[in-house]
C-alpha cells in the first residue's frame, strides 16, 4: 500500500490561503510517472452528530479499497437544519472528516445547500475543518460564498500541463426570480477565468477539473424528456416535479439517475467559463440518487450518489466515486463508483432505512403515530355517540 504522508500542510494553507491556491506538493501528493493520481470523491454525508454506522462502513471501506492520495467531499457534509449550536455542530463535522484524517489522507471539500441551514455560518465551520490535519480548504478572496480556490498538481512528464482542481461554492438556494437552488455566480466565474489566465502565463496548457455540489443547468441537455409511464423514467423535485425524465444516450456514458436533476435553473455562465478553462469534467453531489456521467459540448458532467443514510438514498448502491489521473495523459481520466454492496458485508437496516433514511422514516413513524392517534379517537367518539344515543333511547322507552 502506497501511503501519502502530509507534511508541511498547516504552513501551506497560512501562506496560501489569501491566494485561494494550495500546492499539492506542500500538501504531500503529486502527479508522478509511477503512480496514477487517485480522488476519491465523498458526496452528502449529510448526517447529524450521531453517525449512522452503514455511512461510516461505506466510508471506511471506500478509503481501505480506493487507497487514494486526495479526498474530496462535495457538500452537504451535515444536515444542518437538525443541528442546533456549535458543540453538536463540531460532532456531526468529526464523525463525516475523521475516517479520513485517521488515515492520514489530504482532504479537500465544498459547501452545499444544507450545511448553513445549522446558522452556524459556512465560515466558522471552515474554521472547524481546518482544525483537522491534513485540510486543504481555504477561503481566500472576497467572493460570493465560502470556500472557493484551487489546487496546483505539477506534472513531472509533462510540466507545460499541470492538472488544477477547482472549488467552487455552488450557493445554497437562489435569490427570487432565479429558481430553487444556488449557483456559481458571476463575480466567481470572472475569478476562476482570471486565475486561470494567470496560471497560462506560467504554464502552457494547465488541465482543469471542477468540484462544486449542484450541478449546472447544462445537465438537463444530456437527458430526455419522456411521457409519464416511460420505462425508467424519473420525475424531479422544485419547479419540474410532474415532468419525466429519462437519461440520452447520445450523451451518457455510464451510471444511473434515480432522480431528476435538482440543478441550479438560472443560467449565470459558468459552464462557458468551463470552456475557456480547459475544464475536462465537472464533479457534482446534491442528487443522492444519482450516479451518471455525461458529456455535453467537450465537458464531461459527472454525478456522486449520497454517502449518507441520515437521508434518502439508493439502497445498497449508496457510494463513492474513485477518480484516477495520470501523468503522460492529464487529461483523461479514470472513474468508477464504489458501492456499498460491493464493499461492506454488513447487511443494511432494515424498514426502508437504507432507502428513505433514518431522519425519513422518523418522520413517517410519527406520521403513522398520528394517524393511529385520530382514528383511535374517532372509534372512542363514535362509541361515546353510540352509547349516548342508547341512553336516550332507553329512557324514552322508560318513559
Not at 142 to 159: H, R, T
Not at 199 to 208: D, G, H, Q
Not at 342 to 360: A, I, K, N, Q, T
Request: glycine share 8%.
Amino acid at each position: 500500500m502506497r501511503r501519502i504522508y502530509v507534511f508541511c500542510l498547516t504552513l501551506a494553507v497560512l501562506l496560501t490561503s489569501v491566494l485561494c491556491v494550495v500546492s499539492a506538493e506542500d500538501a504531500g501528493f503529486s502527479l508522478s510517472p509511477d503512480y496514477p493520481l487517485r480522488i476519491l470523491i465523498i458526496a452528502d454525508p449529510q448526517d447529524i452528530d450521531t453517525p449512522q454506522p452503514a455511512m461510516l462502513s461505506l466510508m471506511n471501506a471506500s478509503l481501505d479499497a480506493a487507497e487514494p492520495d486526495l479526498v474530496v467531499f462535495l457538500g452537504d457534509m451535515i444536515h444542518g437544519r437538525d443541528l442546533r449550536g456549535e458543540d453538536r455542530v463540531k460532532k456531526a463535522i468529526d464523525a463525516a472528516v475523521s475516517p479520513v484524517v485517521e488515515r492520514g489522507v489530504p482532504f479537500a471539500l465544498v459547501f452545499g445547500n444544507h450545511d448553513e441551514e445549522c446558522k452556524i455560518s459556512k465560515e466558522e465551520q471552515l474554521k472547524i475543518y481546518q482544525s483537522y490535519p491534513g485540510c486543504l480548504a481555504v477561503d481566500g478572496e472576497d467572493l460570493p460564498g465560502c470556500g472557493n480556490y484551487y489546487i496546483v498538481v505539477e506534472n513531472p512528464v509533462k510540466p507545460e500541463s499541470p492538472v488544477v482542481l477547482w472549488f467552487m461554492d455552488s450557493g445554497s438556494y437562489a435569490e427570487e426570480g432565479k429558481g430553487t437552488y444556488g449557483y456559481v455566480t458571476e463575480e466567481q466565474n470572472e475569478w476562476m477565468l482570471s486565475a486561470y489566465e494567470e496560471l497560462c502565463r506560467k504554464y502552457a496548457s494547465p488541465v482543469s477539473y471542477v468540484f462544486q455540489h449542484i450541478p449546472v443547468p447544462q445537465v438537463y441537455n444530456m437527458i430526455k424528456k419522456v411521457p409519464f409511464g416511460t420505462s425508467g423514467a424519473v420525475t424531479c423535485y422544485g419547479p419540474n416535479f410532474g415532468k419525466w425524465y429519462v437519461l440520452d444516450d447520445e450523451y451518457i456514458w455510464a451510471g444511473h439517475m434515480g432522480e431528476g436533476p435538482c440543478s441550479s435553473e438560472y443560467d449565470s455562465g459558468e459552464f462557458d467559463a468551463w470552456k475557456k478553462m480547459n475544464v475536462k469534467a465537472a464533479f457534482f453531489g446534491h442528487d443522492h440518487l444519482n450516479d451518471y456521467c455525461g458529456t455535453y459540448e467537450g465537458i464531461d458532467m459527472v454525478t456522486t450518489s449520497g454517502v449518507g443514510f441520515y437521508l434518502y438514498g439508493r439502497g445498497d448502491e449508496h457510494g463513492t466515486r474513485l477518480v484516477t489521473l495520470n501523468a503522460e495523459n492529464p487529461a483523461e481520466y479514470e472513474t468508477k463508483m464504489l458501492y456499498y454492496k460491493d464493499l461492506v458485508s454488513e447487511p443494511l437496516p432494515g424498514l426502508f432505512v437504507s432507502s428513505l433514511g433514518v431522519m425519513l422514516r422518523k418522520y413517517l413513524f410519527m406520521i403513522i403515530a398520528a394517524l393511529v392517534l385520530v382514528i383511535v379517537l374517532i372509534v372512542l367518539v363514535i362509541r361515546w355517540l353510540v352509547k349516548r344515543h342508547k341512553r336516550k333511547k332507553l329512557k324514552r322507552m322508560i318513559a
